[in-house]
Structure formats: C-alpha cells, structure tokens
C-alpha cells in the first residue's frame, strides 16, 4: 500500500538557519500521527510544508504517490487545522464548515455541513458567529470545516494549546475517537509530549531539523533512539550515560543485591496523590528522582538510602 | 497584492499629501515674489515679524488659544472621566454630534446665539464670545485624548484606593490623576491647536476689534498669494507640528 | 450629587447653553422670517424650506452631495491600498500612520492656501509647465470644481485610512491561508474573505469623510472661487452678505440633519459594534 505522504530529503532554510534538515517520513494511510518536538525544532515549518505555505528548499513533498512540492494550498487535497483557528469572524459556524464546499461547487453542502457539525457536537450552534463560541467549540468548527472536505490527510497545528486542561483531555479521546471514525489520516503538531503518546499510532520526535526516531508510543519511550529522544519522552535519571526512568527506579534502606546501585540521601518527595516523587542527592553527585507508591514512600528527609533499578531498565546510548 | 508595489503606491500618496506643504516651506525661503526660485532669502519672514496686522492676530489667537486651551482641557477631562465612571448617554451623544457638525452650522448657530442674548445682555461680539466658542467645540476633542487613555486604564486601582480608605475624590486625584496627566497635557496641546488654527467659526463670532490670525492671513490670501503668508505658513506649520508631535509623544506616556 | 456627576456638570452645562441652545435657536430661526433690515422675526412660518426646494438651491444640495460623494469614493480609491500597506508593516506601522495623519495637524487653513499657491495662474504647477514650453498659457486649475475636490481629498483621506487601517488589523494572514487551505483561488479569497471582513471599515471611512465634505465651506470658498457654491457656503452667505437669517437657519438644519442622520445610522449599524 502507497504511504498517504512522503517526505524525501525534504529541507528548509530560512535567512539565517536551517529550519528542516533533510527528513524523510513516510505515513501509511489511515493512522493518527504526531510531529513531536520543543519550539523551534521545526515541526510547525515541516506542517506548512505538508499543507502547502511554505516552499522545501530541497528534497520532495510526496501525497499519495505524486509530488506536490509546486502545487498551492487550495490545489492540494490536504486540510488544516490552524492553531488559531482562523474562523472567518463574519460567517456563521454552519457557512465557515461550508466554505470549501462552496469552493467546489457542491449542491448538498447544507446537510453535509451539518453532518460535519454533528460529528463534532455542535448541533444547534450553526448560526452562530465564532464571537459567540467559547475556545473548545471554536476548534470543534475548525475541525468540521476541515474534515468536511475528506481530505487526504489532516494537518492539525498544536489543535490542543490554547484550551485549558480538562478540555484539552476530553479532547484527546475525541479527536482520536473522530480519526477512528472518519477514517482519515491525522498528523498533528505538539510539544505536549503526554498527548503525543496517548494519541498517536507513531510519533516522529524532532530536534533542530531533524527527525531523531519515528517509531510507535512505546519505541520512542522504551526504546528511544537516542539521549535527546529519552529525556522528551519523558523524565529521566542520568547514572553517568546509562539512563533510568524514575518508575524504574527504587529506593531502599539496605543495600539490594545483584542488580545496579547508588547511595544518596533523600532530599524531599513531592505528593501527587496517587503517585510520590522522591528527590535523593546522589553520594557520587547528582539528583535522582524516584516515582513510589504513596505505601512505598517511608523515607524521611535526610535518610540514607540505596538508590537501584533492574538491568533490564536501563537506557544506553554511544 | 505585491508588497513592494503597494510600498512605491503608499510612498506616492504620502509624498501627495505632504508635498504641497513642502513646496510652501520652500518657497517660503524664495527671494523673489514671483514663483520663480531666484534664490534663498529670509526676507519674507522679516517682512512678517514687522507686519502690524499680522503681531495683532498672532496675540489674539495666542490668548483666546491658551484660555480656550485650559478651561477646554479642565471641562473636558472631567467629564471624560465622569462618562468612564458612569456613563451618560446624553453627553457622549452630544460630543460626538459636535464633533460631526459642520463648523459653518456650530457657527452660524453660536452666532445666532449671542446676537440674541445681546438683547438682554448689552453685549458686543469679541474675543469674549471666541473664547466661549473655541471652548464649545474643543471639549469633545479633549474628551476624546482622555477617553482613549482611560480605556486602558485598570479601574481596579480606584477601587484598591478606597479599599484602602481614600474618599472618591482622593480615589481621583491621588491615583487616577497623575496617571492622567500626560494626556491632559497631551489634549491640552491638542485643544492649543485647534483653537488656534479655526477659522471658520472665529470669522462669524469675532468682532471687528478681534481679529485672529488665520482670519488675516485668510483676507491676504484673498487679495492674492503672498510671499509673507508663504513665510507665515511656513512658521504656523512647524509651530503646529512641534507641537502635535508633543503632544502625541505624551499620550504614549 | 455624587461626585461623578459633579464631575460631568461643568460639560453638561457648557454643551447645553453653547451647542444644544444655539441649535435650538437656528431651529427656531428656520421657521421665523426676514425682517426689513436683516433681523427675524414673525410671522412663523414654513416658506424657507419651500424656497429650499427652488432649483436653484436644489441644484446646490445636488452639488454638494455630488462633490461629497465623488471626494468619498476617491478618498476610498486611494486610501485603501495606504491603509492596507500600513497594516502589513509589522513595527513600522505606528510611523507610517503618523506620516498619515501629521498633515492633517497642521493648519487646514494653511494646507489650503498651499494649493492657491500650486494651482493659480502664477502658481508652481503653471510656472513650471510654461519654463519647460509644455503650454503657452497659463492653465486654469482653479476656481472650479476639481481643485475643490482635490483640497477636500487631500484632507480628508486620513478620516478613511484610520478607520479602514483599524479593521484591516484584524484581517489574520491565517485567515487568508485557511481560505486557500479550503479551496480558495486567490480572487475568491479577496471576495469571499478580505471583502467582507474589511467591509466595516470602509463603510466607517466613508461616512467619516462625506459627512465633513458635505458641509465644506473654506474649501470651496477658498479654491472654488464664487463658482462652487455648496451648502456650506449657502449658508455662510446667507447669515453674512445676504442677511436672511431665516433662511440660512433652514439650509443649516438641513446640513445637520443629514450629518446627523448618517452618523446616526452609522453608529447602529452592526458594523459600528464590530468596531468598537
């Protein structure tokens, strides 16, 4: 099966620096995908590539088979999600999700607007104008006049930022649940690495222009290709450059035996209600951080403790 | 739409609407009276400084401006203030319609006024009844400077001061006043300006003795272009713009 | 009294006696009738407005509305790509937008005379023409109606530019990408999406300028010569040389209800709320 898109080679530059450095990607149809990465990697400039506002510097922007490198945005069968929305402010819900619709001359837009509109829980707010809609249903709209044109491949830009956190989780299992339904491949934006690995089928991390590992949620967080990939998946003990996962690592009064270990004495634990997160100073120099139970966590500060993991969890790069 | 193209476009209007000032400052310095450049000369500028006519305006305009200027600025400030605090649908109404209004209808209309209070109040047409109308139509535009400025102004601040004890007057003049005080300069300023270059309604309320200074420079413009208006324009335009570039250097304060 | 309301007392009492009484009085004025030596007087009476109806003095309202609405659409013409360049120069815009407006500080009576001195017979524009041999004689500029409108497009093309500047701001490029995102050819995106947004703004500009220009008077008075008679100068003329207060009163109510009316109309319309 052709991949919906191929990155080849694909580079950016801009006056003064390389945004994109040589990537290639490639999606199969159908999944739900994330460009994950800190400000500045670059993931947003490869978006606008994909969606046709910026131009590669080098290399191909392959859909379906064809490169697309020359052609416009309103040439592509490719929609996107912008980060601000980009509601028209002087249409209503129903006409903005009608838009490109329009575009193409289609007779039934009507009632495939309010389908859209349906499928993301907005019916009965059609007429109203984005000014009358709260964050979250703004984005619903944007979303419905994206995937109302079936487009080969959804780009969405950070969709999540700007709403506040319990929205933004209920969101997480909608939009999954809307790329299940519809079928359409998603590939989204985001420096959240929590919504990456709970949404993605895989997740290309990226760094200064470069794509540093493009593999499942559980690759890029058991497995990570290299240093940088580990510590953004999440956070991490340095013991040298063996690298431990504080869930991985445990702390005890007397020494264990046979599997690795340090000595540190503890400097604080931090409560978060089902989970402890014990901060130790390491006797060698450094801080370790230790997830425990809240029934595991027995330590006082000050103590002298053993800090140590399983082999089997450990993370080595060159 | 091409940048650059909208960029020479933009530049040939600018240069369209500030080129015929230029042209007047220039030839303000021409020596000959004749629109024929026959060289730099401050001529015209000292024929201005020793016209009579042209001393007794300037003093006119300058006192009627400078009153009209501060009793303008106190009304209009305070009552930019109250409609902030409470609004009056009558008052902002009414500014705004003044503001609109044809000068020759705010004109004819104050003129209509005082020749009819005259009958009771023997009374003549002066500098008095310039001032009065200068005043009349600067207050929307000091108004207008320090509405601007209180809107972006934290009303939470007055309600802190008298949370701490102050009354409502101190709540404005210890907290919210000296905020104010670079835009009440600023519109200040601004009703300076106004007042000063109005020539429309002056004419119709001046009397004879009150001559102002756009009123003779209007007669000598209608005798014919001369070099002296030239040497005065030139000086009422640097005046004026010194003096708005002040003023709006003040209300970014 | 509570002090707010002290506060707005001294305004209140200013604008009542010297802009709600003088209009009351021209009010009155326009339904009163010329005395023998200028003064008014009784009868009431409802013959100036009837006489406004003349042709003579229709065909003064005609022009005025004529030259207002020909200086509006070029003030539009012109200002549009300006404030449309200054909402897209980023840091630059406030200087730009002082450019714009610093003319507009300086005296309007000087800025008026300046185009006496470019315009006349002796003036810059024909003075160079003749030196150069392009005409023989001199060219007649003024004293007609295309120096009136050029005075009053001069002028007032920042009253367009400010508002039109105001509402382009809020056209997002992301707006126009979304557009092209869904479909949207270039001329589509201008009509479907720049057009509509910006619309607001234009109308605001538009009223902001033909309000001041149907009322004109030191332009067409200054750069008309006695040949452009609008109804500002109707009215000058009549409270001066002509001495019928009455009248006059009545062509004055005439001017100020129709500001009035399209200030009005403009400040209930929804585009006003969207300015605001």
């Given at each position: 099966?052709?991949?919906?898109?191929?990155?080849?080679?694909?580079s950016?530059?801009?006056?003064?620096?390389?945004a994109?450095?040589?990537?290639?990607?490639?999606?199969?149809?159908?999944?739900?995908?994330?460009?994950?990465?800190?400000?500045?990697?670059?993931?947003?400039?490869?978006?606008?590539?994909?969606?046709?506002?910026?131009?590669?510097?080098a290399?191909?922007?392959?859909?379906?088979?064809?490169?697309?490198?020359?052609?416009?945005?309103?040439?592509?069968?490719?929609?996107?999600?912008?980060?601000?929305?980009?509601?028209?402010?002087h249409?209503t819900?129903?006409?903005?999700?009608?838009f490109?619709?329009?575009?193409?001359?289609?007779a039934?837009?009507?009632?495939?607007?309010?389908r859209?509109?349906e499928?993301?829980?907005?019916?009965?707010?059609?007429?109203?104008?984005?000014?009358?809609?709260?964050?979250?249903?703004?984005?619903?709209?944007?979303?419905?006049?994206?995937?109302?044109?079936?487009?080969?491949i959804?780009?969405?830009?950070?969709?999540?930022?700007?709403?506040?956190?319990?929205?933004?989780?209920?969101?997480?299992?909608?939009?999954?649940?809307?790329?299940?339904?519809?079928?359409?491949?998603?590939?989204?934006?985001?420096?959240?690495?929590?919504?990456?690995?709970?949404?993605?089928?895989?997740?290309?991390?990226m760094?200064?222009g470069?794509?540093?590992?493009?593999?499942?949620?559980?690759?890029?967080?058991?497995?990570p290709?290299?240093?940088?990939?580990?510590?953004?998946?999440?956070?991490?003990?340095?013991?040298?450059?063996?690298?431990?996962?504080?869930?991985?690592?445990?702390?005890?009064?007397d020494?264990?035996?046979?599997?690795?270990?340090?000595?540190?004495?503890?400097?604080?634990?931090l409560?978060?209600?089902?989970?402890?997160?014990?901060?130790?100073?390491?006797?060698?120099?450094?801080?370790?951080?230790?997830?425990?139970?809240?029934?595991?966590?027995?330590?006082?500060?000050g103590?002298?403790?053993?800090?140590?993991?399983?082999?089997?969890?450990?993370?080595?790069?060159e | 739409?091409?940048?650059?193209?909208?960029g020479?476009?933009?530049?040939?209007?600018?240069?369209?609407?500030h080129?015929?000032?230029?042209?007047?400052?220039?030839?303000?310095?021409n020596?000959?009276r004749?629109?024929?450049?026959?060289?730099?000369?401050?001529r015209?500028?000292?024929?201005?400084?020793?016209?009579?006519?042209?001393?007794?305006?300037?003093?006119?305009?300058?006192?009627?401006?400078?009153?009209?200027?501060?009793?303008?600025?106190?009304?209009?400030?305070?009552?930019?203030?109250?409609?902030?605090?409470?609004?009056?649908?009558?008052?902002?109404?009414?500014?705004?319609?003044?503001?609109?209004?044809?000068?020759?209808?705010?004109?004819?209309?104050l003129?209509?006024?005082?020749?009819?209070?005259?009958?009771?109040?023997?009374?003549?047409?002066?500098?008095?009844?310039?001032?009065?109308?200068?005043?009349?139509?600067?207050?929307?535009?000091?108004?207008?400077?320090?509405?601007?400025?209180?809107?972006?102004?934290?009303?939470?601040?007055?309600?802190?001061?008298?949370?701490?004890?102050?009354?409502?007057?101190?709540?404005?003049?210890?907290?919210?006043?000296?905020?104010?005080?670079?835009?009440?300069?600023?519109?200040?300023?601004?009703?300076?300006?106004?007042?000063?270059d109005?020539?429309?309604?002056?004419?119709?309320?001046?009397?004879?003795d009150?001559?102002?200074?756009?009123?003779?420079?209007?007669?000598?413009?209608?005798?014919?272009?001369?070099?002296?208006?030239?040497?005065?324009?030139?000086?009422?335009?640097?005046?004026?713009?010194?003096?708005?570039?002040?003023?709006?250097?003040l209300?970014?304060? | 009294?509570?002090?707010?309301?002290?506060?707005?007392?001294?305004?209140?009492?200013?604008?009542a006696?010297?802009?709600?009484?003088?209009?009351?009085i021209?009010?009155?004025?326009?339904?009163?009738?010329?005395?023998?030596?200028?003064?008014?007087?009784?009868?009431?009476?409802?013959?100036?407005?009837?006489r406004?109806?003349?042709?003579i003095?229709?065909?003064?309202?005609?022009?005025?509305?004529?030259i207002?609405?020909?200086?509006?659409?070029?003030?539009?013409?012109?200002?549009?790509?300006?404030?449309?360049?200054?909402?897209?120069?980023?840091?630059?815009?406030?200087?730009?937008?002082q450019l714009?407006?610093?003319?507009?500080?300086t005296s309007?009576?000087?800025?008026?005379?300046?185009?006496?001195?470019?315009?006349?017979?002796?003036?810059?524009?024909?003075?160079?023409?003749?030196?150069?041999?392009i005409?023989?004689?001199?060219?007649?500029?003024l004293?007609?109606?295309?120096?009136?409108?050029?005075?009053?497009?001069c002028?007032?093309?920042?009253?367009?530019?400010?508002?039109m500047?105001?509402?382009?701001?809020?056209?997002?490029?992301?707006?126009?990408?979304?557009?092209?995102?869904?479909?949207?050819?270039?001329?589509?995106?201008?009509?479907?999406?720049?057009?509509p947004?910006?619309?607001?703004?234009?109308?605001?500009?538009?009223?902001?300028?033909?309000?001041?220009?149907?009322?004109?008077?030191?332009?067409?008075?200054?750069?008309g010569?006695?040949?452009?008679?609008?109804?500002?100068?109707?009215?000058?003329?009549?409270?001066?040389?002509?001495?019928?207060?009455?009248?006059?009163?009545?062509?004055?109510?005439?001017?100020?209800?129709a500001?009035?009316?399209?200030?009005?109309?403009?400040?209930?319309?929804?585009?006003?709320r969207?300015?605001?």
């Open positions: 099966m052709q991949p919906v898109l191929e990155l080849r080679h694909v950016k530059d801009f006056p003064g620096h390389r994109v450095d040589n990537i290639s990607l490639e999606l199969p149809r159908g999944g739900f995908y994330a460009l994950l990465g800190p400000s500045g990697c670059g993931k947003t400039t490869t978006l606008r590539m994909i969606g046709g506002f910026e131009q590669p510097s290399g191909d922007v392959l859909l379906n088979g064809s490169v697309v490198n020359a052609l416009k945005p309103f040439e592509r069968d490719v929609s996107t999600v912008f980060q601000s929305y980009a509601l028209f402010p249409l819900a129903l006409r903005n999700v009608e490109g619709l329009r575009e193409r001359k289609l039934d837009r009507e009632p495939r607007a309010m859209a509109l499928l993301v829980q907005l019916t009965g707010k059609q007429d109203r104008t984005p000014a009358q809609l709260s964050g979250g249903e703004k984005q619903r709209v944007a979303l419905a006049r994206s995937l109302v044109l079936e487009p080969q959804l780009l969405l830009d950070e969709p999540l930022a700007a709403l506040d956190p319990k929205l933004r989780k209920e969101m997480r299992a909608e939009l999954k649940a809307m790329q299940r339904k519809t079928g359409i491949t998603f590939l989204f934006v985001t420096h959240d690495q929590e919504e990456a690995l709970s949404m993605s089928d895989k997740v290309a991390v760094n200064q470069h794509i540093e590992q493009f593999g499942t949620p559980e690759e890029v967080y058991l497995r290709a290299t240093p940088f990939v580990a510590g953004f998946l999440g956070a991490i003990n340095w013991f040298g450059k063996t690298g431990v996962r504080p869930e991985s690592t445990r702390v005890s009064r020494k264990p035996d046979g599997v690795p270990c340090r000595r540190a004495a503890i400097e604080s634990s409560f978060f209600g089902n989970r402890v997160h014990v901060n130790s100073v390491l006797d060698e120099g450094g801080l370790a951080v230790a997830e425990l139970s809240r029934e595991q966590n027995h330590f006082e500060e103590e002298a403790v053993w800090i140590h993991w399983e082999p089997a969890d450990e993370l080595h790069f | 739409m091409k940048r650059k193209a909208l020479i476009y933009s530049a040939f209007v600018l240069a369209f609407l080129a015929p000032l230029l042209i007047l400052i220039v030839f303000s310095f020596s000959s004749f629109t024929v450049w026959e060289g730099f000369s401050f015209w500028y000292r024929a201005a400084m020793n016209d009579p006519q042209l001393a007794d305006g300037l003093m006119n305009s300058l006192i009627i401006a400078v009153v009209a200027a501060l009793l303008s600025t106190l009304i209009g400030t305070l009552a930019a203030y109250g409609i902030w605090r409470q609004r009056s649908v009558i008052l902002s109404g009414s500014l705004y319609l003044s503001l609109v209004t044809p000068e020759i209808v705010t004109g004819v209309s003129l209509a006024l005082f020749q009819w209070s005259f009958r009771f109040l023997h009374m003549r047409l002066g500098l008095h009844t310039v001032v009065i109308s200068h005043i009349a139509f600067s207050i929307a535009y000091v108004a207008i400077v320090i509405s601007a400025r209180l809107r972006n102004y934290d009303r939470s601040l007055e309600e802190a001061a008298m949370d701490l004890g102050a009354s409502e007057w101190h709540a404005f003049s210890r907290v919210t006043l000296p905020s104010l005080a670079p835009a009440i300069a600023a519109a200040g300023l601004l009703a300076l300006v106004v007042s000063f109005d020539y429309v309604i002056t004419s119709l309320v001046a009397g004879v009150s001559e102002t200074l756009p009123m003779v420079i209007y007669a000598m413009a209608r005798r014919g272009v001369s070099p002296v208006v030239n040497a005065v324009s030139a000086l009422i335009v640097v005046a004026f713009g010194a003096i708005i570039l002040l003023s709006q250097r209300q970014e304060k | 009294m509570s002090l707010r309301s002290r506060f707005l007392l001294p305004a209140r009492v200013w604008m006696l010297f802009f709600a009484a003088p209009m009351a021209v009010l009155s004025y326009s339904f009163l009738t010329r005395g023998e030596y200028g003064g008014v007087e009784q009868p009431w009476t409802v013959e100036n407005f009837i406004l109806a003349d042709p003095y229709l065909s003064i309202l005609w022009r005025s509305i004529w207002a609405g020909l200086s509006t659409a070029l003030c539009a013409l012109l200002g549009f790509p300006l404030a449309l360049f200054i909402s897209r120069s980023g840091r630059r815009r406030n200087l730009y937008l714009v407006l610093l003319p507009f500080w309007f009576l000087v800025r008026t005379y300046a185009w006496l001195f470019i315009l006349r017979d002796t003036g810059l524009v024909n003075t160079v023409l003749m030196r150069l041999n005409i023989a004689t001199p060219m007649q500029l004293y007609n109606d295309r120096a009136v409108l050029l005075g009053l497009v002028n007032f093309l920042p009253f367009f530019v400010l508002p500047y105001a509402t382009l701001e809020r056209l997002d490029p992301a707006l126009l990408e979304a557009a092209a995102d869904l479909g949207a050819r270039p001329f589509a995106t201008l009509r479907r999406v720049i057009i947004v910006s619309a607001p703004g234009f109308v605001a500009g538009s009223v902001l300028v033909f309000i001041p220009c149907l009322g004109a008077y030191l332009t067409p008075d200054l750069l010569g006695g040949k452009t008679v609008m109804l500002g100068n109707l009215v000058q003329n009549q409270f001066t040389t002509a001495r019928d207060w009455p009248f006059g009163s009545a062509a004055s109510l005439v001017l100020m209800l500001s009035a009316l399209l200030l009005a109309s403009l400040m209930r319309s929804r585009m006003a969207e300015l605001t």
